[in-house]
């Protein structure tokens, strides 16, 4: 059942035709011949049937309407695989690539018909291998009926419902797939574990499982202006939608009813899956992660991609034959030795100049031959694998501005891999307030001490052939990635290790508020995001510790409403002795 409490409401735009790709309220059918680029990109490979706004009923009666792109014949049927979002339905790929994203992601002019979803896949691929694809406009978007709410457990029961009219349909096989990444993945978690009978499969290309832990309050630190900017821009109805900073204020920033149904629980998804993780996401890293561990199958694969996902979904065309082939064997039936494909795929990401090192098959993810080595802080700025040597002390940084932080380094004396999930355990005090929020980022140092990037598409994609050449208006974190990030708000420092994912990775229920008396020295157990990092002798691994969020902006739009205004105050960082400050990095 959808969560048992009143939803905070706000305002969205009504569809407007032309924005978006919304083209007004159809219910037509047409074919759009081989050979034709009807929105002068790529020319499509084979006739396509669209049927325009199709509208399936689900159980509380509301209509969702859909957009359907299937093959013209229809005395063969065909599967279907389903898109599910609210961010349009039809012909806004490449208008949301053009208005948002640097160098357009890398992704040639060309590479997509026009016709895709964004973040689903495009019909163009699909249609030509005997596929229906299915592009919904969620409850309360574009013309389906009701509030747009977003992920949870209303948006797992309309998915359902969807799902089980498409399989009923004449043209269908009685087979539903689902793909796309972001918000097109997340939905898979809550439809996935409703079981619906007509879905086979499911290709959650990165999408987080946590939306409280791992999106819009990750450490117990509000972070959903990124969100309330992308809904702005981006999705239109005609009711209004679920208001997650209302619902935050009303919950008093602690995790409740409202938010845990935001937690999909994935150990109920007991179909093939096929999941995309990438490092460089600042959302979805763990909760692909905690996928793959959790979901219910035998029959599960996880690519670790060194993409940007919106260029891996789209601008690689050796991994959209592979996504047909997973469908092929498991919406089709055809025995095409997909279960050959190696479970786990790691990519290691080499930064500055040089492209990842891709497809590495694994045993387990982290790698069994990991080693967690714990560094501990010094008061000269080091990581010593020995506390001993440490003697006690401190380093502060002003919690207030972006440019003050604390930074630690270890130098390799030989070529070494990092692979894994980093913590960093920080007995830290404030003596001007009485809670503090911490933010760690682990950052990979030239032979020089520079810190490093890492570009999120390949080199030959975009123009520019080196960092320098870049201009600080396209350094976004879409397409530059300076290193994995972890937060915490102490008085959200509270553990339940039995739901922890991984010993590095700490759940925090964020049930109750534990405020820090000013002064007070706190232990403080921060999670940080995965890795996989190549070193090169000479080169370094820094922790650099600070009160302000280091992610690099992805919008102009959101430049000074991502800093923290909660903080006060000088932080201190207490190490050696009886405060041994350390962080965990898995030596691979």
């Not at 919904?136 to 978007?141: F, H």
């Not at 997340?186 to 791992?214: N, T, V, Y």
């Not at 905690?290 to 991994?319: C, L, N």
């Not at 040597?389 to 604390?406: I, L, M, Q």
Request: with cysteine; glycine share 8%.
């Amino acid at each position: 059942m959808p969560v048992p409490c009143q939803i905070a409401q706000k305002s969205i735009d009504p569809p407007s035709i032309g924005r978006n790709g919304y083209q007004g309220f159809l219910q037509k059918s047409e074919v759009l011949k081989a050979g034709s680029a009807p929105f002068g990109h790529r020319k499509l490979p084979c006739d396509i049937l669209v049927e325009h706004d199709v509208g399936l009923r689900v159980r509380d009666g509301a209509v969702i309407y859909v957009d359907i792109y299937r093959p013209p014949n229809d005395a063969e049927k065909v599967p279907a695989v389903f898109s599910w979002s609210p961010f349009g339905k039809k012909l806004n790929g490449l208008k949301f690539l053009e208005m948002m994203t640097p160098y357009d992601m890398g992704i040639k002019p060309n590479t997509l018909s026009g016709l895709e979803k964004f973040e689903a896949i495009d019909p163009a691929d699909f249609v030509e291998r005997g596929y229906a694809v299915i592009n919904a406009d969620t409850r309360g978007v574009g013309d389906s009926d009701g509030m747009c709410v977003i992920m949870g457990s209303q948006e797992g029961q309309d998915g359902y419902d969807c799902i089980e009219r498409i399989a009923e349909l004449d043209w269908c096989n009685g087979s539903v797939g689902m793909a796309g990444n972001s918000h097109l993945a997340i939905a898979q978690w809550f439809i996935g574990e409703l079981r619906p009978p007509s879905l086979k499969a499911i290709a959650p290309w990165e999408g987080c499982s946590d939306l409280f832990r791992e999106q819009f309050v990750r450490g117990g630190i509000y972070a959903g202006n990124f969100f309330d900017h992308i809904s702005q821009i981006m999705i239109q109805g005609h009711n209004g939608m679920e208001s997650f900073k209302e619902m935050y204020r009303r919950s008093g920033g602690v995790a409740n009813d409202y938010w845990e149904d935001k937690r999909p629980d994935i150990s109920k998804i007991n179909i093939p899956t096929y999941i995309t993780a990438s490092f460089s996401s600042a959302l979805h890293t763990m909760g692909s992660i905690r996928g793959f561990m959790d979901v219910d199958t035998p029959h599960k694969w996880i690519r670790f991609s060194p993409y940007q996902e919106w260029h891996d979904i789209w601008a690689v065309p050796k991994y959209t034959q592979e996504l047909l082939s997973f469908f092929d064997r498991y919406l089709k039936g055809i025995d095409n030795d997909w279960e050959k494909t190696p479970a786990i795929r790691m990519t290691t990401l080499r930064f500055g100049s040089q492209d990842a090192i891709v497809d590495e098959p694994i045993e387990s993810f982290p790698p069994p031959q990991v080693q967690d080595r714990q560094l501990f802080l010094s008061q000269d700025g080091a990581l010593n694998a020995d506390n001993q040597v440490n003697a006690p002390g401190t380093v502060s940084y002003n919690s207030e501005t972006s440019t003050s932080f604390a930074s630690f380094k270890y130098t390799f004396d030989k070529k070494t891999r990092l692979c894994g999930i980093p913590k960093a355990v920080l007995y830290m005090s404030c003596d001007a307030k009485d809670d503090l929020d911490v933010y760690c980022v682990v950052r990979k140092l030239d032979k020089d001490g520079k810190p490093m990037l890492a570009l999120n598409v390949p080199w030959s994609s975009i123009p520019p052939n080196s960092m320098e050449e870049i201009p600080e208006a396209k350094a976004t974190d879409l397409i530059l990635y300076m290193g994995p990030i972890g937060m915490l708000r102490a008085s959200h420092r509270e553990i339940d290790s039995s739901r922890s994912m991984h010993p590095n990775y700490p759940f925090h229920p964020h049930a109750r508020t534990q405020p820090v008396p000013a002064g007070e020295v706190v232990k403080l157990e921060i999670g940080i995001f995965a890795l996989s990092m190549e070193f090169e002798a000479g080169e370094s691994v820094q922790l650099q510790i600070s009160g302000q969020t280091p992610q690099i902006h992805s919008f102009k739009e959101l430049v000074g409403k991502l800093g923290n205004i909660d903080n006060k105050g000088e932080h201190k960082i207490h190490f050696g002795g009886d405060n041994p400050s350390y962080v965990v990095l898995p030596f691979a």
